[in-house]
């Protein structure tokens, strides 16, 4: 009688649903299987397995070759603790990766892109650098990514000059009356030194339009408890 095949790696959960009467289904971000579907049976009893939180890293062991494996151990690794808006946009961050990434797809660049995402996030009070860099550098791993140094026409981008991205042919000159981004916003993004609120507010813009041909339709979840978040936080309701 064969044996189901048993594979191991590290992983980080990035979200988990319940599944059945006592189990879970944990979709996890591994470093050498990409993104991955476990079966955590009977997790919801209590056990070890109850325990597969977001934003730990874990040494997994599974078996089955189908869509979703059986998950057969998971032993805690490193972690980071984050509170607030930090922990919110570290829900983002899942949220991309569970809409960007197939299953059993290998990224091993994107596994280490998350981790120093996390890392910045838990040091840094200005948490949109951090963001703006994973999500261009998420997408240039996936071969999503338009360059930051050339236009559509091959010529070098220029500082004093405004763009704006066309899904199709990457970076073209904006004309008047479009919302652009100016050629020192392209550069804050592809060198991480950002000087200006503009060059933030203008990545942000300039990511989401990149974004959205791959979110697909449905809204993500952690804008709507970021905004609900500074709402508690200025006394709003």
Known sequence: MATSRRSQDVGVVLHRRPYRETSLIVDCLTERHGRIGLVAKGARRGGRQSRLEPLREY?????????????SSAEPQRGVTLQGEAAICA???NELLMRLLARDDPQPRVYALYWACLDRLSDATDREPALRG????????????FSLQVDANGAAVQLDQA?????????VHAEPG???IGG???RALETDRWETHQARTEARYLMRMALAPYLGT??????RLLKR?????SGGG
Not at 134 to 145: H, M, S, T, V
Not at 218 to 223: A, G, I, Q, T
């Open 59 to 71: 040494a997994l062991s599974w078996t089955g070759a189908g869509e979703l494996h059986t998950l």
């Open 91 to 93: 829900l983002y961050v």
């Open 134 to 145: 994973f999500e261009y550098r998420l997408l240039e791993a996936l071969g999503y990514a």
């Open 163 to 171: 763009y704006r991205l066309d899904a199709q042919d990457g970076l």
């Open 178 to 180: 479009e919302q652009a």
């Open 184 to 186: 020192a916003t392209l």
């Open 218 to 223: 449905r809204p993500l979840e952690s804008p």
């Open 229 to 233: 978040l500074r709402q508690m936080g």
